[in-house]
């Protein structure tokens, strides 16, 4: 079983989101990575992009399929992990650390209020298996 | 066969399957069948396969045996290739064509001698293909056998192929070229053994009996054989630029617009169903053809999305991925004749805008190693 660690907010379509102050670092799920299988290419929106909750991020391929990324907040782009250009495998090896996606500056951290929590979302994609 | 494989379920089972099971493969439907998709990983099986050597369970393919009279003179007239240069225990890659000159399947033609031949087909393809063999062969001459659901398939792919087989099969395999094949025994059980694959590397195609099969697998397991699916499959076969029938090729595209003129021997062989749609293609040229794109960034062109000429759609891209061995993105796709010289450069629509590709030679990679 893969691991949610308690301290993230988890959307339904498995992204997750770290909040630090108003600044949101979000990635996606174990689960989300286990399922795309190997990714070989992350393709992330530019620094100072602005975003509303719901719209699409970017996008992750793997060998096998393309996933897309929502955000899950409302706010701007305040910076992207470039590691990944070169080594997008970071995301398969550690998707909550080093493999982490973008920051995002957040208008309204009550947007998150509804995210659900890691228990929440364990049992919907374990479950679901 | 043993009926623990036969549990009912919407989509078919393998012999081989609980092996995959019990391996924690991951698995996907696939022509109606449960199939591993992958094992321990698409890359890590293709670099296997590239580097070593990987094994497919191809069970799910279908196999034919026609054997009487004048069999390879019959099937001469279903298929563009010329089969009399077939000595035996020779085989030909070929299509099988409707009267539209359309692709029916892509089958394997393996003549045994003796007025004997075997067949594989493809997995989806199968009741298709024997419908239309049934259909266009004199059965007084010829008794056909289908042997899909009795036999197994094992792919055993890969440079070292040789060295992990020859164990277990009392019949020295050096000597057998690419595309040849016998019949042999294996782990003292008997088999027909085939030089050929669809991965673009040196490999045996391996057809016995499902206990047998089972043993097999396991024993090459054991000697270090990495078990592939159907991911690193796809991957290999798209970097060898093998047509995949019902995505490259189908029933609405010739050998001559699917890039396979080299199976098509008009000069040499008489009639046969579709040959005067070939002629006119032949003679006229093609509209459309099927090319090898190397897309120009990371950004990965798959089946479906469309190719791009000074902002006009003008084609669609078949297969594609990214090449593990070559590291970027490269994609088959059907683009007009006058577009497909190599060098011409394109560009793919994906998720809205618009990436530079280049037509390039196929394959994309060719093995230093194949037999």
């Not at chain 2, 088999?191 to 040196?202: L, S, V």
């Not at chain 2, 396979?260 to 093609?286: C, M, P, Y």
């Not at chain 2, 990965?300 to 970027?328: D, F, K, N």
């Amino acid at each position: 079983m893969a691991e949610y660690p308690d301290d993230l907010k988890y959307q339904d379509s498995h992204e997750y989101v770290r909040l630090d102050g108003e600044i949101a670092t979000i990635g996606i799920t174990e689960f989300a990575v286990r399922e795309l299988g190997e990714i070989v290419f992350v393709e992330l929106p530019e620094i100072g992009k602005t975003f509303a909750k719901g719209d699409e991020l970017g996008t992750i391929e793997s060998v096998k399929a393309v996933g897309e990324l929502y955000s899950p907040v409302t706010g701007a782009v305040v910076e992207s992990n470039n590691a990944l250009i070169d080594d997008p495998e970071l995301l398969n090896d550690d998707p909550y650390g080093e493999g982490w996606l973008l920051k995002i500056r957040v208008d309204d951290p009550s947007e998150l209020d509804d995210a659900l929590t890691a228990s929440q979302y364990s049992a919907l994609v374990e479950g679901a298996e | 066969m043993a009926n623990q494989e036969n549990i009912a379920a919407s989509l078919a089972r393998t012999p081989l399957y609980q092996l995959g099971v019990e391996l924690k493969a991951r698995l996907t439907s696939f022509g109606g069948w449960e199939m591993p998709v992958q094992y321990s990983g698409i890359t890590s099986e293709h670099e296997a396969v590239r580097n070593a050597a990987g094994m497919f369970d191809i069970s799910h393919m279908g196999k034919f045996t026609l054997e009487g009279k004048k069999v390879i003179d019959q099937l001469q007239g279903l298929v563009p290739s010329d089969l009399s240069r077939l000595q035996a225990g020779q085989a030909q890659y070929t299509v099988l064509l409707n009267p539209q000159g359309g692709i029916i399947d892509d089958i394997i033609i393996y003549y045994q001698g003796e007025e004997k031949v075997a067949i594989v087909v493809n997995a989806a393809t199968t009741a298709k293909d024997k419908t239309w063999l049934l259909q266009n062969l004199n059965l007084d001459e010829i008794q056909f056998q289908d042997l899909s659901p009795e036999k197994v398939l094992i792919a055993l792919q890969g440079p070292q192929a040789e060295n992990y087989l020859q164990p277990f099969v009392e019949t020295d395999l050096q000597p057998i070229k690419a595309f040849g094949h016998l019949q042999a025994n294996i782990l003292g059980q008997p088999a027909f053994i085939a030089r050929t694959g669809y991965t673009g590397e040196d490999g045996f195609e391996i057809m016995v009996d499902p206990e047998v099969g089972r043993e097999l697998w396991r024993n090459l397991y054991n000697a270090g054989v990495v078990p592939a699916g159907l991911g690193a499959r796809d991957t290999l076969r798209l970097e060898a630029a093998m047509a995949l029938y019902g995505q490259d090729i189908d029933d609405n595209t010739t050998p001559l617009e699917a890039g396979l003129g080299w199976l098509v021997h008009l000069d040499t062989k008489g009639d046969f169903i579709g040959r005067s749609v070939l002629e006119q293609q032949k003679a006229n040229g093609v509209q459309r053809r099927l090319v090898g794109l190397q897309m120009q960034g990371r950004n990965i062109a798959r089946h479906g999305y469309q190719v791009l000429s000074a902002g006009q759609v003008v084609g669609e891209v078949t297969s594609g991925t990214i090449s593990p061995t070559l590291g970027y993105p490269v994609a088959l796709a059907y683009i007009p004749s006058k577009l497909a010289k190599v060098g011409q450069q394109l560009e793919v629509e994906i998720r809205g805008k618009a990436y530079p590709a280049v037509v390039v030679k196929r394959p994309f990679y060719r093995s230093k190693t194949k037999k």
